[in-house]
């Protein structure tokens, strides 16, 4: 008779359920977070087990790697589904959890979790650190303009180190908002230092990767865009039609449809937000700053024109994820099209 087996992982604890092929609890316990205690559990009390599910979390894919190269055919779920499926229960807890796992094991009601590899989970733990330090440097731009502002004193547009001299022209006369100020802008150099170094391991990384060249010789991709959408897809072949990628990445449109009631609304927003960002950038650049043609930059004016720039850097957005995922597949580099050949074609 065949086990399915459910996981409810925490921190310190994992409640482990073995249900059989009617759903019948066979056994329960709770086991270290251990990959070799909650195997040597699941082993000893479910010989003939046929599928281990654990929810999407923190530790899954270290769970998942380590389990799966332990013999076990663990299957890593959406927790969203999960939930979904166990909001019913009258009493949460870790038990009734892992209950609830295993039945949808048993039943087969569960959508399958694509775990990456670690080469994917070290680019994107790389693209992670940058974002944020971007984001502090910004924060701390925002901060000094305040204290700044406030004194009637406006740095106005200003990049790079035009940025620190224009604030510290501003500082000379006053030395109480200097004492303030200095600190923020010291920290602003460190972090702009320490986004040098990592946009510097981007190049290297981008250098080294023949599929991230070829992506960056899409307009409007560059390697930060390219090394993140490499490392968040992980496999093409996980995907059996391009234009599943914008769905994945939440550019397409949410759908209500029932009884006479169906109508269309903005985009998902669903999937990964860093890539759905950097693909929006891309387009953005690819309309606003590329000055060579090309129909996908085109497409993007025409419906610009008709639908405004907004709507338009969504579609392209759309569009760059299904090209980079084509060219992927097809082991291709970008093909521009004449303007002649587009507009006879049209």
């Not at 939930?83 to 087969?108: F, P, S, T, V, Y």
């Not at 305040?146 to 004194?151: A, D, F, H, Q, S």
């Not at 009884?259 to 650049?285: F, H, P, Q």
């Amino acid at each position: 008779m065949e086990h399915y087996v459910g996981l409810d992982v925490s921190l310190k604890l994992t409640a482990i359920c073995i249900v059989d092929q009617t759903g019948k609890i066979v056994r329960e316990g709770m086991v270290p977070s251990d990959p070799e205690a909650i195997a040597g559990f699941v082993q000893s009390h479910a010989p003939h087990v046929a599928r281990v599910g654990l929810e999407t979390g923190a530790t899954a894919t270290w769970l998942w790697n380590e389990l799966n190269a332990l013999g076990l055919p663990v299957i890593c779920i959406d927790a969203r589904h999960a939930k979904a499926a166990l909001k019913m229960q009258i009493n949460k807890n870790d038990r009734n959890d892992a209950a609830g796992l295993a039945r949808i094991m048993q039943c087969g009601w569960y959508k399958q979790v694509h775990v990456k590899d670690n080469g994917s989970h070290a680019i994107k733990a790389l693209l992670s650190s940058r974002a944020l330090l971007v984001k502090l440097k910004r924060d701390l731009e925002n901060q000094i303009r305040g204290l700044l502002k406030n004194l009637e004193r406006v740095i106005g547009r200003a990049k790079m180190n035009v940025f620190a001299r224009r604030a510290a022209e501003l500082l000379e006369d006053r030395p109480e908002l200097a004492a303030a100020t200095l600190p923020l802008l010291r920290a602003r150099e460190a972090v702009e230092q320490e986004i040098a170094d990592l946009d510097g391991k981007v190049l290297r990384l981008a250098r080294r990767s023949a599929q991230v060249q070829r992506f960056m010789t899409v307009p409007g991709v560059g390697a930060i865009t390219a090394l993140c959408f490499l490392a968040t897809i992980d496999h093409p072949t996980r995907f059996k039609r391009s234009r599943s990628v914008g769905a994945y990445a939440g550019l397409t449109a949410r759908g209500y449809a029932s009884g006479e009631t169906d109508w269309t609304g903005r985009i998902s927003k669903c999937g990964d937000t860093m890539l759905r960002s950097y693909l929006y950038e891309a387009a953005n650049v690819l309309l606003t700053r590329v000055a060579k043609w090309s129909a996908l930059k085109a497409r993007g004016l025409r419906l610009a024109k008709r639908s405004g720039l907004r709507k338009a850097k969504v579609a392209v957005a759309r569009k760059l994820a299904v090209i980079l995922h084509r060219m992927w597949m097809d082991g291709t580099d970008f093909r521009w099209s004449s303007q002649e050949a587009d507009q006879q074609a049209a």
